[in-house]
Each structure stands twice: as C-alpha cells, then as structure tokens.
C-alpha cells in the first residue's frame, strides 16, 4: 500500500556529482523520519543520512560536507545531493522511510528497491 520509488542513480567521475531522490506513495497518513542507507558488495548496509519531519539532518562521517539531505513534506519526497564523489561512495542506495498510514496503527519501516551509484573513471 505504501511504496518508496528511487531514481538519480548512476555512473559518475570522481569528483563529480549526483542527486537522488525518493518519492512515497500510496496510503499515507504521516511521515516521520526519512532516510538515505547504502550497501557496497561484501559490506552491511550503512545509514548515510537523516532528515525528521521537522527538518533536522544528521549525516555519517563519512559523508559530511559532501552530502546534503532535503525533503518536501508537501509532496513526500527526500532528495540526496552528493558532491564530491569518491569511489568509496560506489553502493546501492536505498531510501527508507517511517510511515504511519493511519492515526490508529503504529508507524512501520518502509524501504524503496534500491539504486546503483557507481564512481569510477
């Protein structure tokens, strides 16, 4: 019923720069944290950063001040702008959202498919 759809992956230099997004959808009542995890090959997957309903970011070390978390409550949707790429940041990268889909039931994890980004010359 409720659905996380990602896109903006891709193949870029180091250096270069992608942006993400994540779209929710389907029967939702309120959304409460948002956020961008990554999985590279033979590793766990990783939180790589936070935005609440109100706004407050938190990012991993490893990505701070190069990656920039938004999202648009209007329209349920986070966003995540990656400058500075290196070929460390080369994962799938999922979006994951707390979602109550009504006033009556707890809010529950929801995750999108996943989309490749890959930094390579």
């Known amino acids: 019923q409720v659905q996380l759809v990602e896109s903006g992956g891709g193949l870029v230099q180091p250096g270069g720069s992608l942006r993400l997004s994540c779209a929710a959808s389907g029967s939702i009542f309120s959304i409460y944290t948002m956020d961008w995890y990554r999985q590279a090959p033979g590793k766990q997957r990783e939180l790589v950063a936070t935005?609440?309903?109100?706004?407050?970011?938190n990012y991993a070390d490893s990505v701070k001040g190069r990656f920039t978390i938004s999202r648009d409550n209007a329209k349920n949707t986070v966003d995540l702008q990656m400058n500075s790429l290196k070929p460390e940041d080369t994962a799938v990268y999922y979006c994951?959202?707390?979602?109550?889909?009504?006033?009556?039931?707890?809010?529950?994890?929801?995750w999108g498919q996943g989309t490749q980004v890959t930094v390579s010359i």
């Open positions: 935005v609440t309903s109100g706004g407050s970011t």
């Open positions: 994951h959202a707390e979602i109550r889909t009504r006033m009556s039931r707890p809010k529950s994890d929801y």
